[in-house]
């Protein structure tokens, strides 16, 4: 793949396990027409993958990612250390804490190593999509177009009664 037709945004995981999670963010990028890699990258079963995909991410082209890790959760402040490209973190929920394991490993970062961490869980996999799209959007007119109307579009569907009788 040449730099052009690298997509924007490379959304990675720690386990095939995480892409019941993972999968709301691509669902989002679907959605808005941005492109997107999906692949697993664990930071502790295959380090060596983690380190060659975050220093060659940027200088690929790449310009968001999307990390998503469960339990101790390294991969994304990993990948942060090692790249200067902004990453989303997503906490998957896990089975023994369910996910306060995943969400402290990744929010609590050392100052100067940035990770951007969402919600546990869906919601976050699902915002970190759509703060991929306001990023890329700063640049893209035509993108911050389709992401206002997608955002005019939820606001419309939520009915004022709670028993749902005007919708
Ligand atoms: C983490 O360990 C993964 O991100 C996953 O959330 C968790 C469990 O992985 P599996 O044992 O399901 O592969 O590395």
Do not use: C
Not at 65 to 76: F, K, M, N, Q, S
Not at 92 to 99: D, E, P, T
């Amino acid at each position: 793949m040449t730099r052009e037709t690298i997509p924007p945004i490379a959304i990675i995981m720690g386990s095939t396990s995480d892409w019941p999670t993972m999968e709301h963010a691509a669902s989002i990028l679907d959605t808005l027409g941005v492109p997107y890699e999906a692949s697993v990258v664990s930071a502790h079963r295959t380090p060596e993958r983690l380190f060659e995909f975050a220093k060659t991410a940027a200088d690929k082209g790449h310009k968001v990612i999307i990390a998503g890790a469960g339990g101790a959760a390294h991969l994304p402040g990993m990948v942060a250390s090692l790249t200067r490209l902004p990453v989303l973190g997503v906490p998957v929920q896990s089975a023994a804490l369910s996910g306060m394991d995943s969400l402290l490993s990744i929010a609590q970062m050392p100052g100067g190593v940035p990770v951007g961490t969402l919600a546990i869980g869906k919601a976050g996999a699902k915002n970190a999509g759509l703060l991929a799209v306001s990023i890329l959007a700063l640049e893209d007119s035509a993108l911050a177009e389709r992401l206002e109307t997608w955002r005019a579009e939820q606001t419309a569907s939520v009915g004022l009664d709670p028993l749902g009788s005007d919708k």
